[in-house]
Nanobody, 117 residues
Framework: QVQLVESGGGLVQTGGSLRLSCAAS????????MGWYRQAPGKQRELVAR???????RYADSVKGRFTISRDNAKNTVYLQMNSLKPEDTAVYYC???????????WGQGTQVTVSS
């Protein structure tokens, strides 16, 4: 069993920055994919960014050029640097990890990001 704990959420003004962290612990797991999803009230949970153990990353079109995902495999930690934040980025952000074929996955508890206008 893998536990994921997010941190770094908060309240920022439009144009500001936040850096989210997610640390994995528990049973040893491949952590092939690590990524971030977000969900606003009444909306579907959507993929924000994900990164493989080898460093290949992918982003939602809405955050390209503003967000950067990275990971430290030695620390079992994934990060999301969020710059030029907009009110539409307001959501609960969830950390996720999955194995290569995505048959096993785990979720963090979520951290609130609020961007004021």
């Amino acid at each position: 069993q893998v536990q994921l704990v997010e941190s770094g959420g908060g309240l920022v003004q439009t144009g500001g920055s936040l850096r989210l962290s997610c640390a994995a612990s528990g049973t040893i797991f491949s952590l092939y994919f690590m990524g971030w999803y977000r969900q606003a009230p009444g909306k579907q949970r959507e993929l924000v960014a994900r990164i493989t153990s080898g460093g290949s990353s992918r982003y939602a079109d809405s955050v390209k050029g503003r967000f950067t995902i990275s990971r430290d495999n030695a620390k079992n930690t994934v990060y999301l640097q969020m710059n030029s934040l907009k009110p539409e980025d307001t959501a609960v952000y969830y950390c996720n990890t999955a194995n290569y074929d995505q048959t096993i996955g785990y979720w963090g508890q979520g951290t609130q990001v609020t961007v004021s206008s």
